[in-house]
């Protein structure tokens, strides 16, 4: 069965320092993989997708960015952390086989910066 | 670009009981899929029911089903037979029916059981 891991669990960071968010998922080969972020209150907005190793399509312009340096890992970056980019950020693969269009969710990163 | 909306930011239904949250969306779409997460306190988003734009049958899993009207672009999620577990925060999405894109939230519904 396909499993989904973020890391870490829970990030403090000080305004201005560089962040990285990991993803990874087990079971499955060349997924689609996204990146969401959920702020206080609010539902998720899309933030990134992959089709592929080095494929990244961006859907909101922001501070953050984000690679796949392999098939089943998916990483977000930013070089300085802004107050605003806290917030839960969620990794999710696209399902495959009876369900192709559905996504399946990552624990979560909660990040606050301070 | 499609929009979500959930009307309900709160709910409130007694254990046993039922209760039916409401979501509309816009699309100009006719190919697409609809779905229902439920984020309990963990944060862990969990899909809870899927809805092909497709079909006309309403879609049931044991005791949550959905209401979805397609004339209408309304897609509401019943629980029947309340349980305490089902305390959440509820989320409706849209996905459009081609290419790699992510799904539309909306802003939630927050699910509350009186024992």
């Known amino acids: 069965s396909q499993t989904i891991h973020q890391w870490p669990a829970t990030l403090v960071q000080p305004v201005g320092s560089p962040l990285s968010l990991e993803c990874t998922v087990e079971?499955?080969?060349?997924?689609?993989l996204y990146w969401y972020r959920q702020a206080a209150g609010r539902g998720l907005q899309l933030l990134f997708y992959s089709v592929g190793i080095g494929q990244i399509s961006s859907e909101v312009p922001q501070n953050l960015s984000a690679s796949r340096p392999q098939d089943r890992q998916f990483i977000l970056s930013s070089k300085k952390l802004l107050l605003s980019d806290s917030g839960f950020y969620l990794c999710?693969?696209?399902?495959?086989?009876?369900?192709?269009?559905?996504?399946?969710f990552g624990p979560g990163t909660r990040l606050t910066v301070t | 670009a499609q929009t979500v909306t959930q009307s309900q930011p709160e709910m409130s239904v007694q254990e046993a009981e039922t209760v039916t949250l409401s979501c509309t969306y816009d699309?100009?779409?006719?190919?697409?899929?609809l779905f229902w997460y439920k984020q309990p306190p963990s944060r862990q988003m969990i899909l809870v029911i899927r809805q092909e734009a497709y079909k006309q049958q309403n879609a049931t899993e044991n005791r949550f089903s959905v209401n979805f009207q397609k004339a209408a672009k309304s897609f509401s999620l019943k629980i029947s037979d309340s349980q305490l577990g089902d305390a959440a925060m509820y989320f409706c999405?849209?996905?459009?029916?081609?290419?790699?894109?992510?799904?539309?939230f909306g802003k939630g519904t927050h699910l509350i059981i009186q024992p």
């Open positions: 699309t100009s779409e006719s190919d697409y899929y």
């Open positions: 999405a849209y996905r459009s029916g081609g290419g790699a894109d992510g799904l539309t």
């Open positions: 079971g499955t080969s060349n997924p689609n």
């Open positions: 999710a693969w696209r399902g495959t086989g009876k369900f192709p269009y559905e996504q399946y």
